[in-house]
């Protein structure tokens, strides 16, 4: 070996460590500033001890689980494999149990950001990116964790103790990582990830749209396997669940409150309580069909980080309740805009611009929470209320509208 190619080696050795070094001190920090919050939690973590206490019932008194308002007034709005799950959880000291998930949280989003990163350094191509891909990869991992942890939707999610990030995580990882290097892996994740909240079995759709079979046969089997386990420690809740709560969609929460940022929050706030019916069904019809459209579209074409995002924008806008906590991929989508900007055809690029920077900027920094809510003022907002509130979901539809006209148009 000449001593030029030892040279370059070793300044490619060292920006590979220095990259993982900014890495390494990103998650660090992420989750420093997590111990104040912990240490001096009020109103903090209030999802987990809900969760807790549901993991807690499903041991001891399953009939109560999902028939008892815990924490003063809240359901247990989980699955009953979740349940059991958060029992485990249950059986650690309070203290340990929160500081489990609170940085599992963290760590999570850590990985997501790795996983995502790496996806699209290999998805641009680029001569200076595969030149020093792990370096790339690394520095904006930590670019996007440091985004994520200071974003509305994920500070929610670690102040409430909530477990989004961790499901998206499951899905990510799926996609992206361990669920994409052996096939007998693919969909495990996403399956699992479905018995503890239903709405990710989304995203075995766009497999079977593009023949991967054995990908959406593992997931229906891995979440199959979950209500399995679940049933075999309480038959009685795992069958009322799926029989008759499930389908109860306000038990979470009055449907047309502020923060719920989906497609079906936004036809209550329009229509009201009496004309949201048929309008609800209009926009999720329309975002499902767009969705799973681009969705589809980016797997078949070897684009699993924009298969990953947009299928889980999909989610968002079609859920029944999403929260402006649930939104935590958002800053991987940012990432994917960015990073996939230039390949659209030109007269479709500022179409998709508008309605990106809206849904991006609204989603991160919370705008939905700056209106005042509750007590049933989301249903006569004003035109400026109603468009902070709202901005996300009418903002995402529009984007995969116009995504998918451009993804048929180039196909034309």
């Given at each position: 070996m000449s001593d030029r190619v030892k040279d370059e080696v070793t300044r490619t050795d060292a920006v590979r460590a220095t990259a993982r070094l900014a890495?390494?001190?990103?998650?660090?920090?992420?989750?420093a500033v997590q111990v104040p919050g912990?240490?001096?939690a009020q109103w903090s973590l209030f999802d987990t001890r809900i969760y807790l206490d549901g993991g807690h019932a499903v041991l001891t008194d399953p009939s109560s689980l999902y028939v008892t308002r815990w924490q003063g007034g809240f359901w247990f709005t989980y699955p009953p494999f979740a349940a059991v799950v958060f029992g485990?959880?249950?059986l650690l000291p309070a203290t340990v149990a929160t500081g489990l998930l609170t940085f599992g949280t963290v760590l999570a989003s850590a990985r997501t950001g790795l996983l995502v990163s790496r996806g699209l350094v290999d998805r641009v191509g680029a001569p200076w990116a595969s030149a020093h891909r792990d370096a790339v990869a690394f520095v904006a991992a930590?670019?996007?964790l440091m985004l994520s942890i200071v974003s509305e939707p994920v500070r929610g999610t670690i102040g409430f103790g909530q477990v989004n990030v961790i499901l998206a995580?499951?899905?990510v990882e799926d996609f992206l990582g361990w669920g994409s290097k052996r096939p007998w892996r693919a969909g495990v994740l996403t399956g699992v990830a479905a018995g503890i909240k239903i709405t990710p079995a989304l995203l075995l759709i766009p497999r079977l749209f593009v023949g991967d079979w054995r990908g959406a046969r593992n997931g229906v089997l891995a979440g199959v396997a979950t209500v399995v386990l679940s049933a075999s420690v309480t038959w009685t809740q795992t069958w009322d669940y799926y029989t008759r709560w499930l389908w109860d969609t306000t038990r979470p929460g009055d449907p047309w409150y502020a923060w719920n940022q989906s497609l079906v929050g936004t036809a209550y706030r329009v229509a009201g309580m009496d004309g949201a019916s048929v309008l609800r069904w209009l926009l999720v019809g329309v975002a499902v069909v767009a969705g799973m459209y681009v969705t589809t579209a980016a797997l078949r074409g070897g684009d699993r980080v924009g298969a990953v995002v947009l299928g889980s924008l999909t989610?968002?806008?079609?859920?029944p309740i999403t929260w402006y906590h649930h939104l935590v991929l958002i800053p991987a989508l940012l990432a994917w805009l960015v990073a996939i900007d230039a390949t659209w055809p030109r007269p479709w690029r500022i179409l998709i611009r508008i309605p990106a920077a809206v849904l991006v900027v609204s989603a991160i920094t919370g705008l939905c929470k700056t209106v005042p809510s509750g007590g049933g003022a989301e249903l006569s907002y004003s035109p400026?209320?109603?468009a902070l509130v709202d901005a996300v979901p009418l903002a995402g539809l529009c984007l995969l509208v116009v995504m998918a006209g451009a993804r048929i148009s180039t196909r034309g």
């Open positions: 890495f390494a001190a990103a998650v660090v920090i992420a989750v912990l240490a001096g485990v959880l249950d930590a670019a996007l995580w499951l899905v989610i968002y806008l079609v859920s400026w209320e109603f």
